[in-house]
Structure formats: structure tokens, C-alpha cells
């Protein structure tokens, strides 16, 4: 892999490495940030390995410049909101790492001459690139699950690990140990991975970067069903604090596991000399792909117990087991093209084409480049030599072009400024990262979700109007957009497999009675991006019909308090878009409402007041509160600031209270909040 920054560090003098040093500080903290908090990493890890390195290479050569908080001197994640932290009884150590058999052949000399002897006995397991987690078992129930955190102290994922199928609630053995702390890896295969992606990209939903962070990511939701509904598997490779048993080799800890009913690392060796330990590595490295889970090196051990703590232990990673990584696997290959491909969300998606190569493991010809900046970024150009790998064993992806190999004759990627499925305008809205087709209620690739959209609740509301029926519409071609909805006939519906007569004329009197919803109904059923629930509700009030809001110049629109310039373009944008205007005037011949709106109560008694509510309240919840007070004219914001009016202070309430303290915004009980709406409530 070609290093991302190449530092001529012979003449590197303090100053200079003290300014790298503060640089790679703050990359990696970001990206420990959207590794550990947002299941969202934006580079490999090989490259996180890198900086890792090259901050750890400088402070060494700087010793005095590490500082309490350098990344280098702590391990682990921060939790999240949302889940009761638990103390380790022992600590997760995390391991560490090397990347040669030169380096690995160094740890061999450390750990053999610290035991004063030639050769000793190891194990080998591969390295499973989960998310690691600890077990409690008291009297071989099965009491406590938690996620590694920053090894001392986890998240409590209890509910979460019990929907993992292959993890025992109840140990298999008759005499059970007092308990047993049990440290492993929750993982994902590959095809779940394939799986729950798809899943994602058809409801539009953010996509997870590799098998890790999708296992990583199932195992921290609030709500156990998703964790259910991903199918996770666990394997143990270490014992933490046990009372009650004791071993005298790691690999009798494993069998030990295997006989209570708790699945080990898959794929396990058991090594008397280096040697082997080299060959296994070897093996597994040319036949890591062949297996239904990802891996990315092998962790070895010593395995007597007792030179495990004749060893010990560095602050961070034991001295007696280490990790040998896996290179990634790359191969060069030719850029022929960039195509784009647009979502169902509209989101425009550059992707490579390549001449095929085979990289681990599959034939590769397309590679996903994300977004432009990503191509201007990684500075790709069309016809380029390029690096290719695979994110989590899976997700085929451009490393950096080769410029070596340029003959000139390369260009430029430009993304189009017309979708090029139906040929809209496409924007890019300031500060976001991806362009968009504004044909979102015509573009065959978007036409689904609106559809959806359309027929949900909180927009037209047409009861029975959902996914399995929408796609047989469409691919029986009986429509193409949601105004083909109001000209459909009972027969038409009845084409619908499993409709019978009962299912087809409720349908179509679901959609024929969506005709009469309220104008802000009608504008947010459009889908135009950014604007909301809300934001449909304060434009149906303003302009008063459809017509006049497709008139609204982007001046007139930034009259209005909630609408900023992003909003306001992508409203005008959206309203001339050919397409969608056709769809327009076919909703309005079938005879859609375009004028009445819900009504607003723009005059309240809490008109131009601003409040936020934190803690809980005794006669409505939050969400509750937030309603009643728009509905009365007033406005709820989520965040505390000096436009604040009235910070509303129910049961143990949040940092928002503290907030409203030191701005100096005005505090009041939930009680004088109902004096405040007095007769409404
Ligand atoms: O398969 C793994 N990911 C794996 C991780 C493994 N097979 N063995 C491991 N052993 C340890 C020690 C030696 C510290 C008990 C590990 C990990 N640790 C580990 N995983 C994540 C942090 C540490």
C-alpha cells in the first residue's frame, strides 16, 4: 500500500514533529470518533494503522511530546448515550499488532528471552474482525453482556447478546464454575453483510463500510429486535476473571468452552514451535477468502498459563499474545470509465469501471467512488491506473490512482448536471457532499419511494397502499407516478395478485378520498428534499395554494423565518423541473386538492414565544408538550440559546436546564407552563 503521507523523518526537527504530532492528534480522534460512536469509519483500516504508527514512531522519537491525552495512551470507545456502563471485573486488554514476519520473529526473541528458555508452546486462532464483547456467567447462567468500551468499562448490551443465537444462556456443564467472564468476538459473515446492506440501500438508509461495523453497529441499538433481526454469531478466545475453575493452558480454556457450549474462534491451532505458527499464519493468509467471515490476521498466544503471567501485561496489551495482521490485498488495475448511478433517493453515485481483476477472492469490475470530492480528493481521473481492494473482504473500492503510470491522455471526471435517468436538473446543495436528481417525483430510479412517501401517513395517507402492491403497479406498468393513482380503476387494481374485490375497491377508495387531504399534506407528499412535516405546514399557511408556492421566487421564500437558501433552492429548483410539472398537472386534472390547507394557528397565546422542554413532565410527554405548543402559536426547539423564552423544567431534567441557568433564560415548572396556556389545555 502506497503510504498516505511520506515523512522525511531523518531531518524532521522537534518543531516540525511537534506540529505533525498535534496534526495526526486530531485525524485520529476524528476518526476514532466515526470508527466508535458512529459505526461510520471514511478509511481502512490499514490506513488508520498508518497514522496510528507514524504518531506512535514520533512520540517515540519525542518522548517528551506525549501528552496524557495523545490517542496512543488510551484504548477503547466512548459509550454511547443511551446504555447503563458496566465495570470489566477484569480488564479487556487489546492487542498488539504486528505486520511482518520480521516483527513477528522479534516478539518470538522478547517473549523466549524473558522466559529464559528456547522454545515454548503456542495457539494460534484467526483473527475475527468482529466487535469484542464480555460474557458473565454466574452458576452457568448467563447474567451479563458487554461491550469491550474503553476495557475497563462497557456498555450493558445485555438484551442485545441474548438474541444472539449461538451464545448458550445456560452452560452445558453439570458443576458449573462460581462465574466466569468469558471474552470474545460478535461477528457477521459476509453474506448477512451483503444482506442487511441491501436492505439498507432500498430504504435509502446510510450503508455500513464493512462486516465489523455492521456487527459493531447491531450490537449497540437501543431496541433488541434489531439486534435480532441481524444475524450475529460469537466465538470465545479468552477467559477474563473466573472463581470457582482454574486452568493451566489457554488451549484447555478452549476446550473447556467448547464443552460448556460456548463456540470458540472457528479456525484454532495448537503449535509447539515458530515454525508452525509462521505456517498457519501463511496458510491462512492465501486462504482467508475462502472462509464465510471475514479475518484480518491471526492472533497468537503462549499457551501455558503461567508464562502467560511470568509475561504480563503493558498498560494497554498483554506481552505474551500478539497480532499478526494481514496485509490488505490490492491489485493495480485500468479506470476505463465513470459511470453514475443514481439511488432511490436520488443521491448520484460515480462508479468506476474497471477491466476485471481478481482481488481477494472474486472477480472485480465495478467499484464505487462515492462522491466527486472523494474522486477530486484521491485525484482519480478517467483512463488512470488504479488501486483496488475490497473494504471488509466485500466492497470493492478505488485505493488511490497510480501516477506513474499516466500517459497524458487521461481526463477529468465531471459529475452531470442532468440525472441520467430522467434528465433533470441535478444540484448539489451547499455543504452536502452528494448531488441529487430534482426529479424526485418523476425519475424512474426515485419513483418507488415516492410512491411510498406519497401514501404514508403523515402525507396523503391511503391506507393499504404499500411496498408489495406499489412494485406490482409499477412492474404490471399500470403507473409510472403517483398522479397515475387517481386514474386508476377498481379493475386495474384487481390485476393485483392476492387482490380480491373487497382489497381493490377499498384501495381505490383509499386514493380517491386522498384527493380532499389539506394543501400541506399535498406539499409534503411532493417530497421535495428538506422540506418536512413542519416546514409543509408554515408554506401550505403562507402561500395558500400550490399554484402560488410554484410561483415563489427563492427571495420571496428566504422571507420566510424557517426557510434558509439551501431550502429555498431546492423548492424552486424542484418546481422547474419539466417532469415533475407534467406530474403536477396530471394531479391536478385528476382533481387533487391544491388550495385548502389544515389550519394553523398562527395567533396564540404563545405566539413568538420560543420554549424547550427537558425532563420528564406529569400530564404529557415531551413530544406531546412540543405539539400543544406549536399548535398554540409558539415554537419548540430542541436546543437551549439566547432566543430562548422559557426553558420548561420537568422531573430530573438534562444539561438543557443547566444550559438555560448559565445563558440566563428564563425557568418555569411544568405548572407554570399550563398557567401559561391556561383554558386551551
Ligand atoms: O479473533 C479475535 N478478534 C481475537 C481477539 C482473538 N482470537 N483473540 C483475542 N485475544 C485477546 C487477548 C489475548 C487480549 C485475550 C482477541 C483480543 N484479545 C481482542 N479483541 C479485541 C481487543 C482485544
Redesign the pocket.
Known amino acids: 500500500m502506497g503510504k498516505l503521507f511520506e515523512i522525511p523523518e531523518e531531518k524532521m526537527t522537534r518543531k516540525e514533529a511537534e506540529k505533525r504530532i498535534k496534526e495526526l492528534r486530531k485525524i485520529i480522534e476524528y476518526h476514532n470518533y466515526r470508527y466508535y460512536v458512529l459505526d461510520s469509519p471514511e478509511i481502512s483500516d490499514a490506513e488508520y494503522d498508518e497514522l496510528y504508527r507514524e504518531l506512535v514512531h514520533l512520540e517515540e522519537m519525542f518522548p517528551e511530546l506525549i501528552t496524557s491525552d495523545s490517542p496512543t495512551q488510551r484504548v477503547g470507545a466512548p459509550p454511547r448515550k443511551g446504555f447503563e456502563t458496566v465495570r470489566h471485573y477484569q480488564k479487556?486488554?487489546?492487542?498488539q499488532d504486528v505486520f511482518s514476519f520480521k516483527e513477528l520473529d522479534e516478539w518470538f526473541e522478547r517473549v523466549e528471552r524473558a522466559l529464559g528458555m528456547k522454545e515454548t508452546d503456542y495457539v494460534c486462532?484467526?483473527?475475527?474482525?468482529?466487535a469484542?464483547v464480555a460474557l458473565v456467567f454466574k452458576k452457568g447462567v448467563l447474567v451479563r453482556g458487554a461491550t469491550?468500551g474503553d476495557g475497563e468499562v462497557g456498555e450493558d448490551i445485555t438484551p442485545n447478546i441474548k438474541t444472539i443465537r449461538s451464545i448458550p444462556l445456560k452452560l452445558l456443564a453439570d458443576n458449573p464454575p462460581e462465574l466466569i467472564e468469558v471474552?470474545g468476538?460478535a461477528y457477521m459473515s459476509k453474506d448477512e453483510f451483503k444482506r442487511i446492506n441491501k436492505e439498507r440501500e432500498e430504504k435509502g438508509e446510510p450503508l455500513f463500510a464493512n462486516p465489523r461495523n455492521a456487527a459493531a453497529g447491531s450490537l449497540r441499538q437501543l431496541d433488541s429486535s434489531i439486534t435480532a433481526s441481524r444475524k450475529l454469531t460469537f466465538?470465545a478466545?479468552?477467559l477474563g476473571y473466573a472463581e470457582g475453575v482454574s486452568f493451566s493452558s489457554h488451549y484447555n480454556v478452549l476446550n473447556f468452552f467448547k464443552d460448556s457450549g460456548i463456540p470458540i474462534?472457528p479456525v484454532v491451532k495448537y503449535c509447539r514451535t515458530r515454525e508452525e505458527v509462521k505456517e498457519f499464519c501463511k496458510e491462512w493468509e492465501d486462504k482467508r477468502h475462502t472462509l464465510a467471515f471475514e479475518i484480518d490476521g491471526v492472533?497468537i498466544?503462549v499457551n501455558r498459563l503461567d508464562y502467560q503471567n511470568a509475561l504480563g501485561e503493558t498498560s494497554k496489551?498483554?506481552r505474551w499474545?500478539v497480532a499478526y495482521k494481514f496485509p490488505p490485498e490490492e491489485k493495480v488495475t485500468r479506470l476505463v470509465d465513470i459511470m453514475v448511478s443514481v439511488g432511490r433517493t436520488g443521491a448520484l453515485t460515480p462508479v468506476a469501471i474497471l477491466e476485471p481483476v481478481f482481488v481477494a477472492g472474486s472477480t472485480v469490475s465495478r467499484a464505487t467512488l462515492h462522491n466527486e470530492d472523494e474522486i477530486k480528493r484521491k485525484d482519480v481521473r478517467i483512463g488512470d491506473f488504479v488501486i483496488v481492494r475490497k473494504a471488509g473482504d466485500v466492497i470493492p473500492e478505488v485505493v488511490a490512482p497510480v501516477p506513474s503510470r499516466r500517459t497524458g491522455k487521461e481526463s477529468f471526471f465531471k459529475m452531470p448536471d442532468k440525472c441520467p435517468v430522467c434528465g433533470s436538473d441535478v444540484i448539489r446543495l451547499e455543504g452536502e457532499a452528494i448531488s441529487r436528481c430534482t426529479g424526485g417525483i418523476s425519475c424512474p430510479a426515485q419513483v418507488f419511494n415516492h410512491i411510498i412517501h406519497w401514501g404514508s401517513r403523515s402525507a396523503m395517507d391511503i391506507d393499504g397502499l404499500g411496498p408489495a402492491v406499489v412494485t406490482q403497479l409499477l412492474d404490471k406498468k399500470l403507473i409510472s407516478t403517483v398522479a397515475d393513482l387517481y386514474f386508476l380503476t377498481v379493475d386495474d387494481l384487481l390485476k393485483v395478485e392476492h387482490f380480491a374485490d373487497k382489497a381493490a375497491s377499498n384501495l381505490y377508495d383509499a386514493i380517491q378520498n386522498s384527493k380532499d387531504r389539506p394543501l400541506n399534506r399535498l406539499i409534503f407528499g411532493l417530497g421535495i428534499r428538506h422540506v418536512g412535516e413542519h416546514l409543509s405546514k408554515v408554506l401550505a399557511s403562507f402561500y395558500g395554494s400550490l399554484d402560488r408556492l410554484m410561483e415563489a421566487t427563492e427571495e420571496e421564500l428566504l422571507e420566510i423565518e424557517e426557510v434558509g437558501p439551501k431550502i429555498a433552492t431546492s423548492i424552486v429548483t424542484f418546481f422547474k423541473q419539466a417532469h415533475n410539472l407534467e406530474v403536477i398537472q396530471k394531479l391536478r386534472r385528476a382533481g387533487v386538492n391544491f388550495g385548502r390547507a389544515e389550519k394553523m394557528i398562527k395567533e396564540g397565546p404563545l405566539s413568538g414565544l420560543t420554549f424547550v422542554f427537558t425532563g420528564a413532565l406529569k400530564s404529557m410527554s415531551r413530544a406531546e408538550a412540543e405539539e400543544l405548543t406549536e399548535k398554540l402559536g409558539g415554537k419548540a426547539s430542541s436546543s437551549v440559546s439566547t432566543k430562548t423564552d422559557y426553558v420548561v423544567v420537568g422531573e430530573s431534567p438534562g444539561s438543557k436546564y443547566e444550559k438555560a441557568l448559565a445563558l440566563g433564560v428564563k425557568t418555569i415548572s411544568e405548572e407554570e407552563f399550563l398557567d401559561l396556556i391556561g383554558e386551551e389545555f
Open positions: 479487556m486488554l487489546s492487542l486462532e484467526v483473527k475475527l474482525d468482529g469484542a469491550r471474552r468476538e466465538a478466545h479468552g474462534t492472533v498466544k496489551a498483554p499474545a
